[in-house]
């Protein structure tokens, strides 16, 4: 009940600055709208018509969101397949890198936003898993005297407290990509500790300060406002909390920028219209990867929403970033 309450206060609030026409109505209802050196985003052409970029098409804010659904519906059958070839599995490492970074401990609740089909939720339950299992060997092998029975007698129910403790929370806007994923869970029987949540970045269903670690991977270029997202990352997150986010940013290097963009050009849309018969939807990833801010401007934005210490590293030669911020 308070949830909602607060849900629908917050929404009334963005929307009357969403719809405030003159400078001061918009500097009350939005504090530090005018700080930074650039134009108040509330009064740029692009706010005054409400458009956005779907990919290189400049369409209606309105649009893009439910664009972008379609885009994810149409994707979520293939979407894993795709996903290997596409990235000729890279993916994988770069997830596995977030994992290493985040390097979370048993007991940590996670919120995986824009999580589609789960890699990232089950990527964390195995993390805690082996982390548990290091822990427990660490143990073993300081009990040198009892029997082996007893030391897993001991430790069993130990870990299995601990497990049940961590928790994974896939929220996502579409319901297709959710329901790849629980397929998986379930086939592999790694139900345990997670759950699936259909929700929008830039309006969480959650309550303040109730998650440990957020991640976002792959999902933040498809959200039309990405300063409420973050806004919102940084709301469910508690103090000490941390912020991390997988995103396709700009390759320094300008002969691997040349080659990649040929390759993503000219290859992922065949591959699209092959393996998955959508050629459009993958034109439409290529495309969103372009129109997404360079590693500075998006670390200036995490900033701006109040994170602390917030760094980036790039992978494959910043075809990827990882950015991460805390909530203090
Ligand atoms: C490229 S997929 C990434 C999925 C997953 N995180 C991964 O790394 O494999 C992008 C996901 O963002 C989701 N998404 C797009 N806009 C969203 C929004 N406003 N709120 C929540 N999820 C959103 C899409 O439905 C899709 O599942």
């Known amino acids: 009940?308070?949830?909602?309450?607060?849900?629908?206060?917050?929404?009334?609030?963005?929307?009357?600055?969403?719809?405030?026409?003159?400078?001061?109505?918009?500097?009350?209802?939005?504090?530090?709208?005018?700080?930074?050196?650039?134009?108040?985003?509330?009064?740029?052409?692009?706010?005054?018509?409400?458009?956005?970029?779907?990919?290189?098409?400049?369409?209606?804010?309105?649009?893009?969101?439910?664009?972008?659904?379609?885009?994810?519906?149409?994707?979520?059958?293939?979407?894993?397949?795709?996903?290997?070839?596409?990235?000729?599995?890279?993916?994988?490492?770069?997830?596995?890198?977030?994992?290493?970074?985040?390097?979370?401990?048993?007991?940590?609740?996670?919120?995986?936003?824009?999580?589609?089909?789960?890699?990232?939720?089950?990527?964390?339950?195995?993390?805690?898993?082996?982390?548990?299992?290091r822990k427990r060997r660490r143990a073993a092998r300081a009990m040198q005297t009892p029997s082996w029975q007893e030391i897993a007698n001991n430790y069993s129910t130990e870990d299995e407290a601990e497990s049940h403790e961590s928790q994974a929370v896939v929220c996502d806007i579409n319901k297709e990509m959710l329901k790849v994923g629980q397929q998986k869970a379930r086939s592999t029987s790694t139900t345990a500790g997670l759950s699936w949540v259909v929700g929008d970045a830039e309006e969480l269903p959650f309550d303040d300060n109730q998650f440990d670690l957020y991640t976002i991977a792959f999902g933040i270029r498809n959200v039309t406002h990405i300063d409420q997202a973050l806004q919102e990352a940084l709301r469910v997150l508690k103090p000490g909390g941390r912020f991390l986010c997988l995103e396709f940013s700009k390759v320094t290097n300008p002969v691997l920028a040349r080659l990649y963009d040929a390759y993503s050009f000219q290859m992922i849309p065949v591959l699209g219209e092959v393996i998955a018969g959508d050629w459009k939807s993958y034109q439409y990833l290529v495309e969103s990867i372009r129109k997404?801010?360079?590693?500075?401007?998006?670390?200036?934005?995490?900033?701006?929403?109040?994170?602390?210490?917030?760094?980036?590293h790039n992978l494959t030669g910043g075809v990827v970033a990882l950015h991460s911020g805390f909530k203090l």
Not at 24 to 47: E, M, N, Q, T, W
Not at 301 to 311: H, L, R
């Open 1 to 133: 009940m308070a949830a909602s309450l607060r849900l629908l206060l917050r929404r009334a609030v963005r929307h009357s600055y969403r719809n405030a026409t003159d400078t001061a109505a918009c500097r009350s209802l939005r504090p530090g709208c005018f700080s930074g050196p650039s134009p108040c985003c509330c009064f740029s052409d692009a706010a005054a018509d409400r458009s956005t970029h779907f990919g290189f098409e400049t369409v209606p804010e309105e649009e893009k969101a439910k664009r972008v659904y379609k885009v994810f519906e149409n994707v979520a059958q293939n979407y894993d397949v795709m996903n290997d070839a596409m990235s000729l599995g890279i993916h994988r490492l770069w997830k596995d890198m977030l994992m290493h970074v985040m390097h979370p401990q048993p007991g940590a609740r996670l919120l995986d936003v824009a999580g589609g089909t789960g890699d990232i939720a089950f990527r964390f339950m195995d993390y805690i898993r082996s982390q548990q299992g």
């Open 292 to 312: 997404f801010p360079d590693q500075e401007d998006f670390k200036g934005m995490i900033e701006e929403a109040g994170f602390y210490c917030v760094q980036y």
